[in-house]
């Protein structure tokens, strides 16, 4: 399964969010984007579109075209359209109807700017796309539009917008304004950021709607909202060429003002915004600056030259980089002209505090933090921010404020830190004899899944060990799935089953060592996705020896506490990794951190060169650790488990047992022997039916197949087969083509309890199936009470006490993907006392593969065991070699397929 992947580490634009106050809503946006209508009569809603704002356009839904019945018509207006209407057909779309006998010359035009106007940005239109974004003083939001080239002071504006409300769903709903009162400023333009204000006023605006309505899909009611004519004149002139003017409503907490944008064709494409996400903006705003041109004589400062000119009409002084100041003379210009001027900050005196704005440069401590051209509440990181180092793995620092670190989950190791204080990356262990280092956080690693709780485990190869292995340091992460990702938890019982296994054939094979284990956790200090990545220490309860193999460590701690394997980048980009409840092996490219420890050395045995066919007893073990050589200890050449240069393979046998042995050997067992180097996790698995089986009587499936026989709820009427308390039924499965569509041959069996009694059934069977067990007291489809995934050769067994009555059992493949073909041999017990028992088929070691008793089976239950009605003895993974070895591993109880997928892998990772 490919790993899950995060988005880049960059800022995410998103709609800002910010606290309803005067509302007590607890979060809403600052604005919110609707979707918009084509103008066409077949409806077409558009994406909606990732703006800071609200996207407003005309609606045609459906428009008639013309009168029905006789009915008057008149104008029907929508934005610059107009189309001659009955009242229903126009009003039923949101527009406006003017009344009958109207005609569209009527219809109200598109607002324009005064003639008074000296800049000028009037509203768009509402037929096309417009926008519009939250600047009120409730939402904790303010907006500033910029402007040029005005040659003559403003004594009076006109903007345009709208009144609406925020509703806590997300939708805004049009609301009525009865508090026009508004702060309007004017700030000069510094480095793209609006300077401290030079002009502040709070004014009372007179609203005059349009009857122009702009439609969105997020707007309650489906009539769109109305735009709004705003005019102020200001209780004294404001002189200012260039610069950003800003208008927040000021009015009531449940009302907000939504500054709309100018069409296309004007404006730059700038704003900027404080309380958005983003304080740069790419909507602009509609709004009318009007005064008289010239008139206003002054000082003229070219900042760029650094020249100045006294007695210079404002019209001749308002180009990008000049400065005019209105009845000033250049020797009296404060700041003088072409000055260093900025922002001046004191990071010690805490967040907000210690910073002034227009400061000379000079005038600014040298101690101090100097912006030029830059204001206290725009500079990065503001004012008594403190910064401190962000470390991004061990190779790579900045120094960042904490925000900034964590906003892009790094780990911040607190004010004032410095770089060379980030963790360095975790090492293996002093005496390590076999090295795979973990991989760096820089280079965005993946992590694995590997917890018995899961369903998923992780094999990875080593080779080249030249000594007895006494303990093992790994590293990953202690996350719980949730949703389709991981959230991060407090493993209180760091319990691991660590198992080594003899390479056979490129894979896990036979058993070595395993044992069940506590490691020793340690914080590494290094965090990927607000995790933070651990060091776990695992000391052997007696040393293994292995030169080369696999290993596999596996959680065992809280259920839902997963262990995940972080990544290396050594090793031969092989593992393996095993998907229990999908019964599948995948070969993955990842290697996985690891250190094993010991010593070298310390043991002797056979050393055989099986390319060669050469063979050397009493060997020292670090002299036989090539690619090519196998080393077992305490034998010698005559002794080896399979005779040195024999070519060896899977021999397969029937229902979960296989040898890696040769081919004489094979024979000698009457086992399937599968070739030169083939691996057990390919033995085909054979089901007989035993002497007591009753054959299904159903024909094995084929092309265009049509079940008849015992289909279930699938067909009409619905088919069941009867079957008896006792009976063992034998039958054949498979995936067919049925009218060009892949269908999986269903078989369903109905039973009849005469008492209140308990009803068990095992299935085992060949290929990958889901076995069922349904209520029919409702009729079709039922209600499952028992669906369990079962793997090939592996039998899955299920118990309960039911009450009289019919239940259904239905056995079916688990895919219907590609066609593996049909006659598969399936075989169901049905029994009526007790749980199914049997031996699991796994090679006895330490007693492992007995019988729990109660005592052993509360304590598997510790381990996450769920006891409902229903129990599944399992007898491992996949095959014998894969197994879980506690001190008793026949039963665990409830492990039934997950209804909404299985938990997710894979720790997500940085794309």
């Given at each position: ?8 580490l ?9 606290t ?12 919110a984007t ?70 569209c ?32 003083f ?73 009857n122009?309505r ?7 009611g ?20 260039n ?25 730059d ?60 003379m ?18 010690s ?73 980030c ?38 190869n ?20 949730m ?73 065992f ?90 070519p ?72 069941f ?44 069977a060949e ?145």
């Open positions: 399964m490919l790993p899950l992947r995060q988005l880049p960059v800022g995410i634009a998103a709609i800002c969010l910010f309803y106050l005067p509302h007590q809503r607890a979060l809403a946006q600052e604005s609707l979707g918009s209508v084509e103008f066409s009569h077949t409806p077409q809603i558009a994406e909606p579109q990732a703006v800071e704002g609200v996207a407003l356009q005309a609606s045609n839904r459906g428009l008639g075209s013309g009168p029905r019945g006789g009915a008057p018509v008149g104008a029907c207006c929508f934005g610059v359209g107009c189309l001659q209407l009955e009242e229903n057909a126009c009003t039923t779309e949101g527009l406006t109807w003017l009344g009958p006998d109207t005609l010359a009527d219809c109200p035009p598109v607002p324009e700017c005064p003639t008074d106007t000296i800049f000028g940005q009037p509203p768009s239109a509402p037929f096309g796309s417009a926008g519009a974004g939250t600047s009120e409730a939402a904790g939001i303010q907006r500033f539009e910029n402007f040029g080239g005005v040659g003559g002071s403003v004594v009076a504006l006109t903007w345009y917008g709208f009144d609406l409300d925020l509703l806590p769903n997300g939708m805004w709903e049009e609301c009525e304004e009865f508090d026009n009162t508004f702060e309007i400023s004017f700030h000069p333009n510094l480095s793209n950021r609006p300077g401290p204000a030079v002009c502040t006023y709070t004014v009372t605006a007179t609203r005059t709607p349009t122009l702009y439609d969105g899909a997020n707007i309650v489906g009539t769109g909202a109305e735009l709004n004519v705003y005019e102020a004149t200001l209780p004294s002139p404001c002189t200012i060429t610069g950003f003017v800003s208008i927040v409503g000021f009015g009531s907490s449940s009302c907000w003002f939504l500054w709309t944008d100018p069409p296309g064709t004007l404006g494409d700038f704003s900027v915004c404080v309380g958005c996400t983003d304080v740069a903006q790419s909507l602009d705003h509609a709004v009318c600056l009007q005064g008289t041109l010239g008139g206003v004589t002054g000082a003229c400062c070219d900042e760029a030259t650094q020249t100045c000119t006294n007695d210079v009409d404002i019209l001749d002084c308002r180009s990008s980089g000049q400065r005019f100041v209105a009845n000033m250049c020797e009296n210009l404060n700041p003088p002209c072409g000055a260093e001027v900025g922002a001046c900050c004191d990071d005196q805490g967040l907000g505090a210690g910073c002034l704005d227009g400061v000379l440069k000079a005038d600014c401590d040298p101690s101090l933090r100097f912006e030029i051209d830059q204001a206290c509440q725009f500079i990065d990181p503001l004012c008594g921010e403190p910064t401190g180092a962000c470390c991004f793995g061990a190779a790579d620092c900045f120094i960042l404020t904490q925000d900034d670190c964590e906003s892009e989950d790094l780990n911040w190791l607190g004010p004032d830190t410095s770089c060379f204080d963790p360095p990356l975790p090492e293996c262990a002093p005496g390590t004899i076999f090295t795979q280092q973990v991989a760096d956080i820089i280079f965005e690693p993946s992590a694995f899944t590997s917890e018995a709780g899961s369903g998923f485990q992780i094999f990875e080593f080779s080249g060990v030249p000594g007895p292995i006494t303990s093992l340091r790994f590293f990953g992460f202690d996350l719980q799935p949703g389709n990702g991981f959230i991060e938890c407090v493993e209180s019982d760091p319990s691991f089953l660590v198992t080594f296994y003899a390479d056979e054939a490129g894979a896990p094979g036979t058993v070595l060592c395993q044992h069940s284990v506590v490691a020793t956790r340690t914080a590494t200090g290094f965090t990927l996705l607000n995790a933070e990545l651990n060091t776990y220490d695992v000391v052997l309860p007696e040393p293994c020896i292995a030169t080369q193999g696999w290993v596999s460590v596996l959680g701690g809280i259920p839902n506490c997963y262990f995940l394997w972080i990544e290396s980048p050594d090793g031969d980009n092989r593992s393996i990794q095993v998907i229990d409840q999908l019964g599948q092996t995948f070969i993955n490219s990842n290697d996985f951190a690891l250190c094993l420890n010991g010593f070298i050395g310390g043991a002797t045995g056979a050393c055989c060169d099986d390319a060669t066919g050469t063979c050397e007893s009493n060997v020292s073990i670090e002299n036989c650790v090539g690619t090519n050589q196998r080393f077992e200890p305490g034998a010698t050449c005559a002794t080896l488990s399979a005779a040195c240069g024999q060896r393979g899977a021999c397969c046998f029937d229902v979960l047992e296989c040898l890696f042995i040769d081919e004489d050997g094979c024979d000698e067992l009457n086992g399937n022997w599968l070739g030169t180097d083939a691996p057990c996790l390919t033995c085909p698995c054979v089901i007989p039916c035993p002497d007591n089986g009753v054959p299904e009587n159903e024909l094995p499936c084929f092309t265009n197949y049509e079940d008849m026989v015992n289909r279930g709820c699938s067909t009409a009427p619905p088919t087969s009867p079957v008896s308390l006792g009976q063992t039924i034998c039958g054949t499965t498979g995936i067919y083509s049925l009218n060009g569509q892949n269908v999986g041959d269903e078989d369903w069996f109905e039973v009849t309890l005469a008492n209140f009694d308990q009803l068990g059934v095992q299935l085992i290929g990958t199936m889901v076995l069922s067990v349904v209520d029919s007291s409702i009729g079709c489809p039922g209600v499952t009470v028992f669906e369990e995934l079962v793997r090939p050769c592996e039998p899955v067994s299920f118990s309960g006490f039911f009450s009289a009555g019919t239940y259904w059992i239905g056995v079916q493949p688990a895919g219907v993907g590609e066609l593996p073909g049909c006659g598969r041999a399936v075989h169901v017990d049905r029994r009526r006392a007790g749980v199914v028992r049997w031996r699991c088929a796994i090679r006895q070691r330490s007693g492992y593969g007995r019988l729990c008793d109660d005592a052993e089976r509360l304590r598997l239950d510790g381990h996450g065991v769920d006891l409902r009605p229903r129990s599944r003895r399992r007898c491992g993974y996949r095959r014998r070699e894969y197994h879980y070895a506690v001190d008793c591993v026949a039963v665990s109880v409830g492990m039934a397929l997950p209804h909404s997928g299985h938990a997710p892998d894979s720790l997500p990772v940085r794309s």
